[in-house]
């Protein structure tokens, strides 16, 4: 992470304890915003914070803990091992996965975003997509994959144009 980046998301962190509501609701979407345009999400900064000398890593956290339901689960986990986390909260089937975003990059139009996927990521989910299973770093990449045609799909919906 850039350490103008890291900056930015230190004193957004800090304006989370004010006591103005507004002021708080302001810096948690601008906190999303920047881990958005860094490709980075909330779990990638809670990993991010896990990491930091002096504290303990979120699978050290108990299930007692009521802030282990913030953390998400390893790659090496069951669940992970058994399909992706969509947006909706549900577990979705590796399988699934893969041909739904096939179908998405297939679909959506490239002005908004859609048939971006390169060679390499479409051969990763046709294997997928014929029962093969991810490697940690290959789920991550699906992960990235599913939240920019996601995005892409939601783009083209939202265009009254494309109605």
């Not at 914070?49 to 069951?78: K, Q």
């Not at 669940?79 to 979705?92: F, K, P, W």
Request: glycine share 6%.
């Amino acid at each position: 992470m850039k350490p103008e980046v890291a900056d930015r998301l230190t004193k957004l962190l800090l304006l989370l304890g004010s006591a103005a509501d507004g002021e708080v609701l302001n810096a948690a979407r601008a906190l999303v915003r920047v881990l958005d345009a860094e490709d980075m999400d909330l779990h990638d900064l809670a990993g991010a914070l896990a990491l930091v000398p002096g504290r303990a890593a979120p699978a050290s956290m108990s299930p007692a803990d009521p802030t282990a339901a913030w953390s998400r689960p390893s790659p090496e986990s069951t669940t992970d091992a058994l399909g992706i986390h969509c947006e909706r909260g549900y577990l979705t089937p590796w399988k699934t996965a893969a041909f739904d975003l096939l179908k998405m990059n297939q679909t959506v139009p490239k002005r908004y975003g859609g048939k971006c996927l390169l060679p390499h990521q479409i051969l990763i989910l046709q294997r997928i997509q014929h029962g093969g299973t991810p490697t940690i770093a290959e789920a991550h990449a699906i992960r990235r994959m599913d939240s920019l045609l996601r995005t892409a799909q939601r783009a083209q919906q939202a265009d009254p144009k494309a109605a």
